[in-house]
């Protein structure tokens, strides 16, 4: 086996999102894009020349953009998590990803296409995995203020102070 590549399904904004996303990510580049042709435009409804696919790679994950049409829309039922090593990462992505989507609950986002993120400290998945639930049950109170998460604030409630969570709702 090769590995696998999530197919990103997108109307008609495959290579605009391609090159979107290469743009905020490190290590990331558009591959190749190929074009419909007189069958594929005549099954699919797309216009014979109009990009069909584009390969690329975020932070050097492989992806596949597919402009199929309108048909499927992207759900929170799945999103891609960007683990952040500190808050300016978390503020660089959010900034740049939320704009022109939508802020959600928890540390989620929709992008201007419609595709789900989670933007997460790399110390979240240490601050939720402890065997210690009092720990993670403040975090989770926490996480549940908060648009984008803010990583002193989630220390704090790790550590059990107890005005975290109300700094956290501002």
């Given amino acids: 086996m090769k590995g696998i590549t999530p197919c990103l399904w997108f109307d008609s904004q495959a290579e ?17 894009i190929s074009h419909y ?8 409804g797309r216009p014979r020349g109009s990009v069909m ?8 994950q492989k992806f596949l953009g597919l402009n199929g049409g309108p048909h499927f829309k992207f759900t929170e ?5 960007i683990t952040c090593e500190n808050q300016q990462e978390i503020d660089e992505y959010w900034a740049r990803l ?7 609950q928890c540390g989620w986002l929709k992008d201007k296409y419609g595709l789900s993120w989670q933007v997460v400290p790399t110390e979240m998945s240490e601050m939720m995995r402890e065997n210690d639930p009092e720990k993670m049950e403040r975090v989770m109170a926490a996480v549940l203020t908060m648009k984008k998460l803010d ?3 989630l220390k704090r409630a790790a550590e059990g102070s107890d005005s975290a969570v109300a700094e956290a709702a501002w």
């Avoid at 090159?19 to 905020?24: A, D, I, L, P, W």
């Avoid at 696919?53 to 050097?60: C, N, P, R, T």
């Avoid at 939320?98 to 959600?104: A, D």
């Fill in 16 to 32: 605009e999102a391609a090159r979107f996303y290469t743009s905020v990510f490190k290590n990331s580049r558009v591959g190749s």
């Fill in 37 to 44: 042709g007189d069958s594929g435009s005549k099954a699919a």
């Fill in 53 to 60: 696919m584009v390969e690329f790679e975020i932070a050097g």
């Fill in 77 to 81: 039922a799945i999103s891609l998590m």
């Fill in 98 to 104: 939320s704009e022109g989507g939508s802020e959600g």
């Fill in 151 to 153: 990583l002193e604030a």
